[in-house]
Protein backbone atom coordinates (compact mmCIF):
# COMPACT_ATOMS: atom_id res chain seq x y z
CA UNK A 1 0.00 0.00 0.00
CA UNK A 2 2.55 2.37 0.91
CA UNK A 3 4.81 1.60 -2.24
CA UNK A 4 1.35 2.54 -4.19
CA UNK A 5 0.69 6.10 -1.86
CA UNK A 6 4.27 7.09 -2.65
CA UNK A 7 4.50 5.92 -6.76
CA UNK A 8 0.74 8.05 -6.44
CA UNK A 9 2.43 11.32 -4.79
CA UNK A 10 5.10 11.28 -7.07
CA UNK A 11 3.22 10.86 -10.25
CA UNK A 12 1.05 13.62 -8.88
CA UNK A 13 3.88 16.18 -8.80
CA UNK A 14 6.00 16.63 -11.80
CA UNK A 15 8.51 19.60 -11.55
CA UNK A 16 10.37 21.52 -14.12
CA UNK A 17 13.66 22.31 -13.86
CA UNK A 18 16.05 25.11 -15.41
CA UNK A 19 19.46 24.88 -16.25
CA UNK A 20 20.72 27.72 -13.82
CA UNK A 21 24.84 26.85 -14.53
CA UNK A 22 24.84 29.83 -16.75
CA UNK A 23 23.66 32.10 -13.74
CA UNK A 24 25.74 30.45 -11.49
CA UNK A 25 29.13 31.14 -13.45
CA UNK A 26 27.96 34.51 -14.03
CA UNK A 27 27.79 35.19 -10.39
CA UNK A 28 30.97 33.50 -9.73
CA UNK A 29 33.49 34.72 -12.45
CA UNK A 30 34.46 38.13 -12.35
CA UNK A 31 33.01 40.80 -15.39
CA UNK A 32 35.89 41.20 -18.11
CA UNK A 33 36.14 44.75 -17.42
CA UNK A 34 37.08 43.77 -14.15
CA UNK A 35 39.61 41.42 -15.30
CA UNK A 36 40.96 44.09 -17.03
CA UNK A 37 41.31 46.22 -14.20
CA UNK A 38 42.80 43.36 -12.69
CA UNK A 39 45.82 42.48 -15.42
CA UNK A 40 46.35 46.47 -15.37
CA UNK A 41 47.06 46.16 -11.66
CA UNK A 42 49.26 43.41 -11.58
CA UNK A 43 51.55 45.74 -14.42
CA UNK A 44 51.52 48.61 -12.51
CA UNK A 45 52.78 46.14 -9.27
CA UNK A 46 55.78 44.75 -11.21
CA UNK A 47 56.71 47.92 -12.18
CA UNK A 48 56.70 49.36 -9.02
CA UNK A 49 58.95 45.72 -7.80
CA UNK A 50 61.18 46.48 -10.46
CA UNK A 51 61.79 50.52 -9.37
CA UNK A 52 62.32 49.42 -5.96
CA UNK A 53 64.51 46.91 -7.12
CA UNK A 54 66.70 49.90 -9.13
CA UNK A 55 66.30 52.25 -5.87
CA UNK A 56 67.45 49.57 -3.74
CA UNK A 57 70.64 49.01 -6.13
CA UNK A 58 71.06 52.59 -5.87
CA UNK A 59 71.21 53.06 -2.44
CA UNK A 60 73.64 49.86 -1.93
CA UNK A 61 76.07 51.45 -4.58
CA UNK A 62 75.62 55.03 -2.68
CA UNK A 63 76.59 53.28 0.80
CA UNK A 64 79.44 51.59 -0.63
CA UNK A 65 80.71 54.85 -2.06
CA UNK A 66 80.52 56.57 0.87
CA UNK A 67 82.21 53.67 3.15
CA UNK A 68 85.25 54.04 0.86
CA UNK A 69 86.05 58.06 0.55
CA UNK A 70 88.22 58.80 3.55
CA UNK A 71 87.00 60.14 7.02
CA UNK A 72 86.32 64.31 6.84
CA UNK A 73 85.21 66.73 9.13
CA UNK A 74 81.94 67.50 8.78
CA UNK A 75 81.69 71.07 11.18
CA UNK A 76 84.64 73.28 10.67
CA UNK A 77 86.64 73.76 14.14
CA UNK A 78 85.29 70.76 15.28
CA UNK A 79 87.30 67.69 16.50
CA UNK A 80 87.79 64.55 14.04
CA UNK A 81 87.65 62.54 17.49
CA UNK A 82 84.66 60.50 17.40
CA UNK A 83 83.32 60.18 14.09
CA UNK A 84 82.68 56.63 12.25
CA UNK A 85 82.88 55.78 9.39
CA UNK A 86 79.49 55.18 7.64
CA UNK A 87 78.96 51.03 6.66
CA UNK B 1 34.69 18.96 -5.13
CA UNK B 2 38.23 18.92 -4.20
CA UNK B 3 39.10 20.61 -8.04
CA UNK B 4 36.85 23.19 -7.03
CA UNK B 5 37.90 23.76 -3.39
CA UNK B 6 41.22 24.88 -5.00
CA UNK B 7 39.18 27.73 -7.54
CA UNK B 8 38.60 24.96 -10.64
CA UNK B 9 35.42 27.15 -11.88
CA UNK B 10 34.82 24.01 -14.66
CA UNK B 11 34.78 21.83 -11.74
CA UNK B 12 32.22 23.80 -9.87
CA UNK B 13 30.27 24.05 -13.29
CA UNK B 14 30.02 20.34 -13.14
CA UNK B 15 28.68 20.18 -9.74
CA UNK B 16 26.31 22.76 -10.16
CA UNK B 17 25.19 20.24 -13.30
CA UNK B 18 25.06 17.50 -11.34
CA UNK B 19 22.52 18.84 -8.39
CA UNK B 20 20.96 21.77 -9.64
CA UNK B 21 17.84 19.80 -10.91
CA UNK B 22 17.42 17.88 -7.87
CA UNK B 23 17.65 21.23 -5.60
CA UNK B 24 15.23 22.71 -8.21
CA UNK B 25 12.90 19.85 -7.34
CA UNK B 26 13.14 19.61 -3.64
CA UNK B 27 12.68 23.84 -3.37
CA UNK B 28 10.12 23.91 -5.70
CA UNK B 29 7.54 21.07 -4.01
CA UNK B 30 8.73 22.69 -0.76
CA UNK B 31 7.37 26.37 -2.05
CA UNK B 32 4.25 24.42 -3.02
CA UNK B 33 5.33 24.64 -7.05
CA UNK B 34 6.90 28.10 -7.11
CA UNK B 35 10.01 27.01 -9.32
CA UNK B 36 11.02 30.38 -10.12
CA UNK B 37 11.72 30.95 -6.43
CA UNK B 38 12.88 27.56 -6.33
CA UNK B 39 15.90 28.50 -9.00
CA UNK B 40 16.80 31.50 -7.39
CA UNK B 41 17.29 29.43 -4.18
CA UNK B 42 19.44 26.96 -5.86
CA UNK B 43 21.72 29.69 -7.24
CA UNK B 44 21.99 31.04 -4.31
CA UNK B 45 22.78 27.66 -2.04
CA UNK B 46 25.74 27.50 -5.10
CA UNK B 47 26.90 30.67 -4.58
CA UNK B 48 27.14 29.88 -0.85
CA UNK B 49 29.26 26.86 -1.66
CA UNK B 50 31.66 28.47 -3.43
CA UNK B 51 32.29 31.11 -1.14
CA UNK B 52 32.79 28.57 1.81
CA UNK B 53 34.55 26.24 -0.76
CA UNK B 54 37.00 26.35 1.40
CA UNK B 55 35.48 25.73 5.06
CA UNK B 56 32.84 23.25 3.99
CA UNK B 57 33.18 19.98 5.55
CA UNK B 58 31.83 17.29 3.85
CA UNK B 59 30.88 13.80 5.51
CA UNK B 60 31.05 12.01 2.31
CA UNK B 61 28.14 13.70 -0.32
CA UNK B 62 27.69 16.85 -1.08
CA UNK B 63 24.39 16.53 -1.63
CA UNK B 64 23.08 16.65 1.93
CA UNK B 65 25.30 19.86 2.64
CA UNK B 66 23.14 21.49 -0.48
CA UNK B 67 19.95 20.59 0.67
CA UNK B 68 20.44 21.34 3.99
CA UNK B 69 21.50 25.30 2.61
CA UNK B 70 18.22 25.15 0.18
CA UNK B 71 16.36 23.50 2.94
CA UNK B 72 17.25 26.71 5.10
CA UNK B 73 16.63 29.50 1.87
CA UNK B 74 13.00 27.65 1.73
CA UNK B 75 12.15 28.12 5.78
CA UNK B 76 13.77 31.69 5.26
CA UNK B 77 11.63 32.47 2.33
CA UNK B 78 8.65 30.57 4.41
CA UNK B 79 9.06 32.78 7.13
CA UNK B 80 8.59 35.83 4.78
CA UNK B 81 5.28 34.67 3.10
CA UNK B 82 3.75 32.19 5.60
CA UNK B 83 0.81 31.39 3.92
CA UNK B 84 2.11 28.81 0.14
CA UNK B 85 -0.62 29.24 -2.26
CA UNK B 86 0.37 25.66 -3.96
CA UNK B 87 0.93 26.36 -7.89
CA UNK B 88 -1.30 24.14 -10.16
CA UNK B 89 0.25 21.42 -12.11
CA UNK B 90 -2.08 21.41 -14.56
CA UNK B 91 -3.78 18.38 -16.51
CA UNK B 92 -1.82 18.80 -19.49
CA UNK B 93 1.22 18.89 -17.90
CA UNK B 94 0.39 15.94 -16.13
CA UNK B 95 0.81 11.76 -16.43
CA UNK B 96 -2.92 11.23 -15.52
CA UNK B 97 -4.61 11.67 -18.73
CA UNK B 98 -8.12 11.78 -17.21
CA UNK B 99 -9.72 14.13 -15.03
CA UNK B 100 -10.11 11.86 -12.19
CA UNK B 101 -6.46 10.74 -11.74
CA UNK B 102 -5.69 14.89 -11.96
CA UNK B 103 -8.15 15.20 -9.22
CA UNK B 104 -6.19 12.62 -7.37
CA UNK B 105 -2.81 14.20 -8.11
CA UNK B 106 -4.29 17.90 -7.18
CA UNK B 107 -5.18 16.07 -3.95
CA UNK B 108 -1.98 14.48 -3.27
CA UNK B 109 -0.07 18.04 -4.30
CA UNK B 110 -2.84 19.72 -1.54
CA UNK B 111 -1.64 17.03 1.10
CA UNK B 112 1.27 16.85 0.84
CA UNK B 113 1.60 20.73 1.66
CA UNK B 114 -0.74 20.30 4.48
CA UNK B 115 1.72 18.36 6.23
CA UNK B 116 3.74 20.36 8.73
CA UNK B 117 7.35 21.85 7.14
CA UNK B 118 9.19 19.27 8.74
CA UNK B 119 7.26 16.23 7.90
CA UNK B 120 6.89 17.58 4.38
CA UNK B 121 10.64 18.15 4.27
CA UNK B 122 11.42 14.52 5.12
CA UNK B 123 8.90 12.80 2.73
CA UNK B 124 9.85 15.48 -0.20
CA UNK B 125 13.97 14.20 0.22
CA UNK B 126 12.61 10.38 0.74
CA UNK B 127 9.63 9.50 -1.33
CA UNK B 128 10.85 12.52 -4.42
CA UNK B 129 14.47 12.72 -4.49
CA UNK B 130 15.49 8.98 -2.50
CA UNK B 131 17.78 10.07 -0.55
CA UNK B 132 18.51 8.10 2.38
CA UNK B 133 17.47 8.03 5.91
CA UNK B 134 21.40 9.11 6.36
CA UNK B 135 21.52 11.68 3.78
CA UNK B 136 17.97 13.19 5.04
CA UNK B 137 19.58 12.93 8.98
CA UNK B 138 22.92 15.17 7.66
CA UNK B 139 20.87 17.28 5.10
CA UNK B 140 18.10 18.07 8.32
CA UNK B 141 20.39 18.22 11.08
CA UNK B 142 18.05 15.53 12.88
CA UNK B 143 19.07 11.80 14.14
CA UNK B 144 18.32 9.00 11.43
CA UNK B 145 15.37 7.51 14.05
CA UNK B 146 13.76 11.23 13.44
CA UNK B 147 14.13 10.82 10.21
CA UNK B 148 12.35 7.20 10.00
CA UNK B 149 9.76 8.36 12.78
CA UNK B 150 8.92 11.62 10.76
CA UNK B 151 8.41 9.52 7.66
CA UNK B 152 5.84 7.43 9.47
CA UNK B 153 3.67 9.70 11.02
CA UNK B 154 3.56 12.02 7.22
CA UNK B 155 2.62 8.58 5.40
CA UNK B 156 0.04 7.93 7.80
CA UNK B 157 -1.24 11.18 7.51
CA UNK B 158 -1.02 11.29 3.90
CA UNK B 159 -2.62 7.78 3.68
CA UNK B 160 -5.77 8.94 5.85
CA UNK B 161 -5.81 12.37 3.38
CA UNK B 162 -5.60 10.13 0.63
CA UNK B 163 -7.67 6.63 1.52
CA UNK B 164 -11.04 7.84 -0.91
CA UNK B 165 -8.65 7.52 -3.59
CA UNK B 166 -7.26 4.03 -2.14
CA UNK B 167 -10.57 1.99 -2.74
Given at each position: MEMDIEKSLRDAWPVETVDISGRVAAAIEPPPDLLSELRELRRELSELRRTTVLLQDEIVRLRLDLTRRPVSRI????????LVRLS | MERARMGDSAAFDALVKRHQHALQRFASRMLGGDSSSAADIAVGAFLRLWERRDSVVLNESLLPWLVKTVHRLCLDRLRERPSVELTDVGVSE????DLERAALASAARAAVMELSVDLRAVVLLS??????YEEIAEALDIPAGTVASRKNAAMKQLRRRLAAWSE
Amino acid sequence: MEMDIEKSLRDAWPVETVDISGRVAAAIEPPPDLLSELRELRRELSELRRTTVLLQDEIVRLRLDLTRRPVSRIAPFAPSEGLVRLS
Amino acid sequence: MERARMGDSAAFDALVKRHQHALQRFASRMLGGDSSSAADIAVGAFLRLWERRDSVVLNESLLPWLVKTVHRLCLDRLRERPSVELTDVGVSESPFLDLERAALASAARAAVMELSVDLRAVVLLSVYEGLSYEEIAEALDIPAGTVASRKNAAMKQLRRRLAAWSE
